[in-house]
């Protein structure tokens, strides 16, 4: 791997937190009624997201919709089965329930997209556009419409967001 692969890959983990992190920090400032904070915030998350895209795409990880999808059910299956199993086993370890919590959340949440994810590459050709909703307290993601109760945290299904369905520019021109 070329010193530059490091680099753009370095830059895109860096711009991913970077736009995470000031998504959470408008949030706050929204919180506290600080509106033009709020705004600057999510401008600059933006920017970020911009930023991140345009170093994935110079890193050629973008490909095909049936390549995308494999890599996507690889990287979730790495999650759930690797990855969260030894986060959440050292949080319990440390006794430290409320990271246990979020940690075992998302490796629950994981296997969701897994299978929501090989749906659509098994369906491919006519997989529906359809409407997926949010639980805003843990991420499970739910097609059609959002069910009574979480699977994973119990939060109530009125609480679920629908998720975007407006499109962004096209920030990968390169």
Known sequence: MSETEKNLRTAFAGESQANRRYLAFAQKAADEARDGIYKLFMAVAEAETIHALRHLGNLKEIKGTRENLEAAIRGEMHEFKNMYPEMVAQAR?????????????????????????????????????????????????????????????????KAYQKAGSVRGPGMLNL
């Open 93 to 157: 370890a440390e006794k430290m329930r409320a990271a246990e919590i979020t940690l075992s959340h998302a490796m629950e949440e994981e296997k969701v997209h897994h299978d929501l994810f090989q749906e659509a590459l098994d369906q491919m050709d006519d997989f529906p556009v359809q409407d997926y909703y949010i639980c805003p307290a843990c991420g499970h993601t739910a097609a059609k419409e959002p069910p009574d109760t979480c699977p994973v945290c119990g939060a109530t299904g």
